[in-house]
């Protein structure tokens, strides 16, 4: 019954900020790290940024490195992606994930159902 909940999509201009939240249920997930991922039209999902259990080590792919931050409110289950200076390249549907090993992409074992995210130029 693990279940993790993006919400935050949505359409905006080139240069817009969105702020994405992941709410997670199970207070076992307060443990793990939390995870984006993202997906582009006729892509494989890549990784975007992820927090340890702690809120204390970050991580960003190098294509948001700058303009997006990731933050954690462990009180809430709740995990967040700040997305600044959104370009249309960003354009995807974003899923949350939850997993023992930040650093390690394969051993995340939760995952949203994903929110469109939608940059025009």
């Known amino acids: 019954q693990v279940q993790l909940v993006e919400s935050g999509g949505g359409l905006v201009q080139a240069g817009d900020s969105l702020r994405l939240s992941c709410a997670a249920s199970?207070?076992?997930?307060?443990?793990?790290?939390r995870g984006w991922f993202r997906q582009a039209p006729g892509k494989e999902r890549e990784f975007v940024a992820a927090v340890s259990w702690s809120g204390g080590a970050t991580y960003y792919a190098d294509s948001v490195k700058g303009r997006f931050t990731i933050s954690r409110d462990n009180a809430k289950n709740t995990v967040y992606l700040q997305m600044n200076s959104l370009k249309p390249e960003d354009t995807a549907v974003y899923y949350c994930a939850a997993g023992p090993i930040a650093t390690t992409t394969a051993a995340y074992n939760y995952w949203g159902q994903g929110t469109q995210v939608t940059v025009s130029s």
């Open positions: 199970g207070r076992t997930l307060s443990t793990y790290a």
